[in-house]
């Protein structure tokens, strides 16, 4: 084998490989060396970061005990909230007739008057999607005397959870509060 010797008109050796140049050696190593900083700087930052963050939870905010200052957790609320599934919904020009799953195998019967269902009335009609509608939520105070409620229905209204009622409903829509039957 000839040992490769350099043509310097060219730039390559004789046997076709590329001449290196003279200081392309120094070069490569500034380059991994600011690339090898450049790295321990992006770790360093990441973990001063992260590890601020996690000691952070724990620690009590600025002249306080914790997150809550009001002691508003600790209250007894003003309102309970009691949820119920929904079989179906009957709507009429006096209002809707609820009907929903008391204990397991049972339903029970609600009426809601339409004029509630105004901005500041005694109920809410929530409209959306999904396999957990519909559902009725109805608010009590803590006396025990009813608040308001909020139905969230599906959107759709010829879901099979709709319906109408037919005829006249008589004075069932006359109520001034909801009681739930368990």
Request: aromatic share 10%; charged share 25%.
């Amino acid at each position: 084998m000839r040992a490769a010797t350099y043509n310097k008109n060219v730039g390559r050796c004789r046997d076709g490989r590329r001449r290196p140049s003279p200081g392309m050696d120094s070069r490569n190593a500034d380059m991994e060396e600011r690339m090898r900083r450049t790295g321990i700087a992006i770790v360093t930052v990441i973990l001063i970061a992260s590890a601020s963050m996690t000691f952070a939870q724990g620690a009590p905010a600025a002249g306080g005990t914790g997150l809550d200052k009001s002691g508003s957790i600790r209250m007894e609320s003003d309102m309970y909230p009691v949820r119920v599934d929904v079989a179906r919904i009957f709507a009429h020009s006096q209002g809707y007739k609820v009907v929903y799953r008391k204990g397991e195998a049972s339903f029970a019967e609600a009426y809601i008057p339409s004029s509630w269902f105004v901005a500041g009335g005694k109920a809410s009609m929530i409209q959306g999607r999904g396999p957990q509608f519909p559902y009725m939520v109805v608010y009590y105070k803590a006396d025990g005397s009813f608040s308001h409620l909020k139905l969230y229905v599906l959107r759709n209204m010829r879901d099979s959870t709709w319906g109408t009622i037919e005829g006249d409903p008589g004075d069932r829509f006359k109520v001034e509060a909801i009681k739930l039957e368990y």
